[in-house]
């Protein structure tokens, strides 16, 4: 007894211990495709890249031979798919041989050739009795053809069918309807038909001629061939209705009836008719003209209003430039603006700016400039004075 409890103990205390990644056997096909999940390829996508065969690829990861068609490429194929994969090309190839079983056979024995299918078998025949190729009357491997009416099926007749007789039906309506438009059918007639024209105009003339006991004379034949004559047309103006109106015959104007007097001696004082009779006329005042004056060499440039330039240069002292009167106003760019004065009804205003100050965008328009500008001092600039007196010298030695 106590030999068995010893012997349940010893067996009791064998632990069996977690196998480790070396205790199993990794075949090559398991690391070829850990190599290829490792690269994200797919089997296609290595048919895509290397032009091999994805069944081929798949048949190296398995390590079967039989799956090619030619023994002979199959070295090839394991060595390109082992390069791709960055392994060792001759050792996997070793395993691909040692793994399949695969030989590499002489170039010129059966097994480096392609495959080749067996011998056909031998067909039978009706009741089961194995006929021969040399026999047969036909030929055995040619292709049986069936027949013309198993060929045939219902809906592609029925639809041939269908589309005969709508061909027919329109070809037979267009006749039909054909045949009735060029029909011509006569009907009898009991009234004599009558010549409503003379085919000759000539003819006709002679025959009355001859009728009336006339001759056909040459001025017969040129009335029968004058040309009928036309009415002249009628002209009238659009505007003769108003144009025949007499102011002094209707309306406000008309004359007083006032007897041995015109119009126009009736407006007279003293009734005495006048030799001409003035026409009043209105007319707009002209606004008045305003011109830049410069006092010192400055320069300036005016511009319209769409950007375009007017003027443009270097005033000298002295010399005027008459500012256009347009329907928006021109501006005014300067560089000396104290060189710069309007001249408006006599007098001067200004200066536009100070000595050395720039001045932009002014508007050249009269209100603009009697708004900013008051009329200029002559004692605060002797400039200005200067040109005024030689301007009023000028004007009185006229």
């Excluded at 064998?14 to 480790?20: C, Y």
């Excluded at 292709?143 to 219902?154: K, R």
């Excluded at 029909?183 to 004599?192: D, I, L």
């Excluded at 932009?360 to 500008?373: A, Q």
Aim: net charge negative; charged share 20%.
């Amino acid at each position: 007894m106590i030999g068995r409890i010893t012997q349940r103990k010893s067996k009791a205390q064998k632990v069996i211990e977690p196998r480790s990644f070396d205790d199993y056997e990794v075949r090559l096909g398991d690391a070829m495709r850990g190599e290829r999940a490792t690269m994200g390829k797919s089997l296609l996508d290595v048919q895509r890249e290397l032009r091999i065969k994805a069944s081929y690829i798949a048949a190296i990861e398995h390590s079967d031979p039989t799956v090619f068609d030619t023994p002979g490429f199959i070295a090839g194929y394991v060595r390109s798919y082992a390069r791709y994969l960055n392994m060792d090309p001759e050792q996997v190839f070793d395993d691909f041989c040692r793994e399949s079983g695969f030989e590499v056979a002489h170039g010129m024995s059966a097994k480096a050739s392609s495959k080749r299918a067996g011998p056909a078998p031998i067909s039978t025949g009706m009741g089961g009795m194995r006929t021969d190729a040399f026999t047969a009357p036909n030929t055995p491997f040619a292709p049986t053809s069936n027949g013309f009416l198993e060929n045939l099926e219902a809906r592609a007749l029925g639809s041939s069918l269908i589309l005969l007789a709508l061909i027919g039906g329109i070809g037979f309506g267009g006749w039909t309807v054909l045949k009735q438009v060029q029909q011509v059918q006569m009907a009898p007639m009991e009234q004599t038909p009558v010549v409503l024209a003379e085919l000759d105009p000539l003819q006709a003339a002679e025959l009355n001629a001859a009728n009336a006991g006339e001759s056909p004379a040459a001025d017969a034949l040129i009335r029968l061939y004058r040309p009928q004559a036309l009415d002249v047309p009628v002209l009238m103006a659009r505007d003769a209705p108003i144009s025949t109106l007499d102011p002094s015959a209707f309306g406000s104007f008309a004359a007083p009836e006032l007897p041995g007097l015109e119009f126009a001696e009736a407006l007279r004082p003293g009734g005495v008719a006048p030799q001409s009779q003035v026409v009043p006329q209105v007319i707009e005042l002209a606004a008045p003209r305003m011109e830049m004056v410069a006092v010192r060499d400055s320069w300036v440039r005016v511009s319209a209003a769409d950007g375009s330039v007017i003027f443009e240069g270097i005033m000298k002292p002295g010399q005027r430039y008459e500012i256009p009167a347009t329907e928006e106003a021109p501006t005014l760019r300067t560089g000396e603006s104290s060189a710069i004065y309007f001249a408006l009804g006599g007098a001067h205003f200004g200066p536009v700016g100070n000595r050395g100050e720039v001045t932009k965008n002014l508007p050249l328009s009269i209100d603009s400039v009697t708004d900013r500008f008051d009329v200029a001092n002559l004692d605060q600039d002797r400039d200005l004075a200067k040109m005024v007196a030689e301007l009023e010298t000028g004007l009185l030695s006229e």
